[in-house]
């Protein structure tokens, strides 16, 4: 009789243990708060993505002045290694056409 009753007791226990954690849980542990589902602020507009290499293979003369810009500090970023690489690749084709005679 004295198992069952200890049985008993160690059940009521650990169902009024599970139920006071489940029921203090959102005091012992507070929620943060939710996000909102708002538009961001007019002001903050993301930063455009930086045009790539093929864009300024096809715009030689506006990947001229991003790297003048770049050697100026006015630009900065992967924009400026992608208008360079460009021009550069575009001046090397230049030099190859005139060196085979094109």
Not at 16 to 39: K, M, Q
Not at 82 to 97: P, T
């Amino acid at each position: 009789m004295t198992r069952g009753r200890t049985l008993i007791i160690v059940l009521v226990t650990l169902t009024l243990g599970f139920g006071a954690g489940f029921v203090l849980r959102p005091v012992i542990v507070p929620v943060g708060p939710t996000a909102t589902a708002t538009s961001p602020p007019a002001a903050a507009v993301a930063p455009a993505a930086p045009r790539g290499t093929q864009y300024f293979a096809v715009h030689l003369d506006e990947a001229r002045q991003v790297v003048t810009q770049c050697a100026e500090g006015s630009v900065r970023g992967d924009e400026c290694a992608n208008a360079e690489q460009a021009v550069v690749e575009a001046e090397g084709r230049d030099r190859f056409k005139r060196f085979m005679g094109n």
